[in-house]
């Protein structure tokens, strides 16, 4: 399985991060409209619509569709979330969409007054017939790098 990892510094209280990153607002605000993200559904882990955090178990039904092209669908499963005074994490993984496998790891931790952000995607490409999927083709950096920014932009104030 290949590996994608990005990391980034963001003067800004742990505290603050991880509550921005726990909520269904914080994926649309760091997702480049360009990558064309649309929300279907929001669940609970208990199938409750639109949570408030996104726990373990919680599940995002989306469409991305970058720079214009047909969309894909895929559902987001939180599969793992814990937290302390000095540091969270949590992970998702897809459950069908364009890659064969999808783990997204997010990790914070408190760095002095700031916190530090590491994003690991580990994943399989796709078959033959899929590997012209938008997603496959645009790449993470882009991305990645656009959410890193971003994140900054919106919580160093």
Request: proline share 8%; charged share 30%.
């Amino acid at each position: 399985m290949a590996t994608y990892e990005r990391e980034t510094y963001v003067d800004a209280p742990l505290e603050d991060v991880w509550e921005f990153h726990s909520r269904i607002a914080g994926l649309e605000a760091l997702t480049p409209r360009w990558m064309g993200l649309s929300i279907r559904a929001v669940r609970g882990p208990n199938g409750e619509p639109d949570p408030a955090v996104l726990e373990a178990g919680a599940e995002i039904d989306m469409t991305l569709g970058p720079l214009g092209l047909p969309g894909d669908s895929w559902t987001s499963v939180i599969t793992e979330r814990t937290s302390s005074d000095e540091r969270g994490l949590f992970k998702d993984e897809m459950h069908g969409g364009p890659f064969a496998r999808w783990v997204h790891v997010h990790q914070f931790s408190r760095e002095g007054e700031g916190t530090k952000i590491r994003d690991t995607v580990h994943y399989e490409l796709p078959d033959p017939v899929r590997a012209t999927s938008p997603l496959a083709v645009v790449g993470f950096e882009p991305m990645f790098r656009y959410r890193h920014r971003k994140t900054k932009e919106l919580l160093e104030g």
